[in-house]
């Protein structure tokens, strides 16, 4: 295992705790801000043709007390969705009304359009055969009720310099937890070494870095039982350094409207990672 600092090294190892434990930090802000996790608080799948939303009981897509009681309409033709914003209806993308758009960005792509209507905002996820709107709330219960991350004390022998095997760019299927495939790029394996033993684990590509979708004997007892997800950058020289410290939990331990994808087998490690974060309330 290639470690970051040396025990004969205080200040580096008290360096590298200070720099982890504000990247903890931050990963909790981000959480509780506005558009974090904890305000997403619904996911409406859409049926082929028109898709009624509001705050009004007979809509579709019911939406919190608050919002227009007939919003508008969500119209789906395959894989497109339009919208048709009712009369009287405030409505709003990129900060200007909204009365008709025929096909809405959604966010598999660079950029998705985000309606806001007040402390709501709506906008399109694509999730294999499934189409939905997905829901934030800035006042959202989960939100309000939310407590605080809790971490394994920081470990620098858990930041490893693993080997690069690069392989020619795949594309790999992998479940969800709505019981869909996501298609992802990978173009090779890290492998590490952790208490004498060698291990490998395949990332795959995600805004210009590597995500790791990974599970460990942890898991279930003092981690989420599905897994965790981690980042690294790039391989440099052949080197990748994976930092389990920065072990995170997936967003659907925080909202039950997230679509969390699923380690893969070869993902899933046969010892404990006793690094990064640990279970939130009963996940």
Same mark, same amino acid.
């Given at each position: ?13 008290? !360096? ?17 801000? !506005? ?39 969500? %119209? ?14 405030? *409505? ?11 096909? %809405?960005?959604?966010? !598999? ?51 490893? *310099? ?15 937890? *709505? ?12 492998? @590490? ?10 990332? *795959? ?5 590597? @995500?790791?979708? @990974?599970? !460990? ?12 997800? %981690? ?12 930092? @389990? ?16 994808? %699923? ?21």
């Amino acid at each position: 295992m290639s470690m970051l600092v040396s025990a004969a090294d205080p200040l580096s190892i008290k !360096d590298y705790t200070a720099s982890i434990e504000k990247w903890r930090a931050e990963s909790e802000a981000k959480l509780k801000s !506005d558009t974090g996790w904890l305000t997403v608080s619904g996911l409406f799948w859409l049926k082929e043709g028109k898709n009624t939303f509001g705050s009004a009981a007979d809509n579709d897509l019911v939406l919190p007390k608050g919002s227009p009681a007939h919003a508008g309409v969500f %119209l789906r033709t395959g894989k497109r969705i339009g919208v048709t914003v009712n009369p009287g209806a405030s *409505v709003t993308l990129k900060g200007k009304p909204v009365t008709r758009i025929e096909a %809405l960005v959604n966010d !598999d792509q660079a950029k998705e359009d985000i309606l806001v209507l007040g402390d709501v905002s709506l906008f399109v996820i694509d999730r294999g055969t499934k189409i939905g709107i997905r829901m934030r709330n800035k006042n959202s219960q989960l939100r309000r009720e939310f407590t605080h991350k809790t971490w394994f004390p920081v470990q620098p022998n858990y930041r490893v *310099v693993a080997k690069f095997i690069p392989q020619p760019e795949r594309v790999i299927r992998i479940p969800n937890i *709505v019981n869909e495939m996501e298609e992802h790029k990978a173009i090779g394996l890290t492998e @590490f070494v952790l208490n004498g033993k060698t291990y490998r684990l395949e990332p *795959v590509l995600a805004d210009g870095q590597f @995500f790791y979708i @990974f599970k !460990d004997k942890t898991a279930g007892k003092q981690t989420y039982g599905a897994g965790r997800y %981690l980042y690294s950058e790039l391989p440099k020289d052949g080197k990748v350094v994976i930092d @389990f410290n920065k072990a995170y939990n997936p967003p659907c331990v925080f909202t039950p409207y997230a679509t969390c994808p %699923l380690p893969l087998k070869h993902n899933q490690l046969d010892i404990p990672i006793p690094a990064g974060e640990l279970k939130y309330g009963d996940h």
